[in-house]
Nanobody
């Protein structure tokens, strides 16, 4: 079973930067979306940034100009470069990919287990 594994989280001071990386343990076919979500304590999970098939990127307003998502369908990787971090960015960050485990199976959602990002003031 293909799994997504995140890395790069940690503790950083406000104004600092972190780069999150996500890699699939095996190949995912027909990827149409690669994204990062986050969930802060007591809040619902929210979409932070996404790459849609064709290369279009979307960002939640609160991170525009500070975060950059990049990904490779061929390598099954998706990264999130986070700059000018603020305490409100503190959350568990989850990698997400939508595609197929094999060329014949239905498209499904793949989730990582999450990586903690803590921004101190």
């Amino acid at each position: 079973q293909v799994q997504l594994v995140e890395s790069g989280g940690g503790l950083v001071q406000a104004g600092g930067s972190l780069r999150l990386s996500c890699v699939a343990s095996g190949r995912i076919f027909d990827i149409n979306t690669m994204a990062w979500y986050r969930q802060a304590p007591g809040k619902q999970r929210e979409l932070v940034a996404a790459i849609i098939s064709g290369g279009t990127t979307n960002y939640v307003d609160s991170v525009k100009g500070r975060f950059t998502i990049s990904g490779s369908n061929a390598k099954n990787t998706v990264d999130l470069q986070m700059s000018t971090l603020i305490p409100e960015d503190t959350a568990v960050y989850y990698c997400y990919v939508r595609g197929r485990s094999t060329p014949t199976l239905p498209i499904r959602d793949f989730w990582g287990r999450g990586t903690q990002v803590t921004v101190s003031s």
